[in-house]
């Protein structure tokens, strides 16, 4: 079990594209994803339909939508919009 969990924080913490990795960070903190365990949100992040929608003040801003039975099932799954700062993801 403690192998696992290194495990999964290791794969957490490799780097991402700068959108799936945006995605991961914004859904690190939503409360909604909380049951998901570490490598379930990295897949996720991995695995989400990520849409540019242009630029705001020259950071890119995106529309991610994301699928996990962790947190959404079938439905109800939820969209971010994210603007990507040199600072980190923000949603907006």
Known sequence: MVIASILA???????L???PGAVLRVVQHDAD????????????????N???LGRIAGDA??????HASCICGAQNCPY?????T????RVL
């Not at 949100?41 to 991995?46: E, I, K, S, T, V």
């Not at 801003?61 to 994301?66: I, K, T």
Request: aromatic fraction near 2%; charged fraction near 15%; glycine fraction near 6%.
């Open 80 to 84: 971010y919009a994210i603007r990507i």
């Open 50 to 52: 990520v849409t540019a």
């Open 61 to 66: 801003v995106v529309l991610a939508e994301v």
């Open 17 to 19: 594209d700068a959108s």
């Open 86 to 89: 040199a600072r980190g993801p």
């Open 33 to 48: 994803a909380g049951a998901c365990d570490a490598g379930a949100l990295r897949d996720m992040a991995a695995s989400a």
């Open 9 to 15: 924080l290791a794969l957490a913490a490799a780097p």
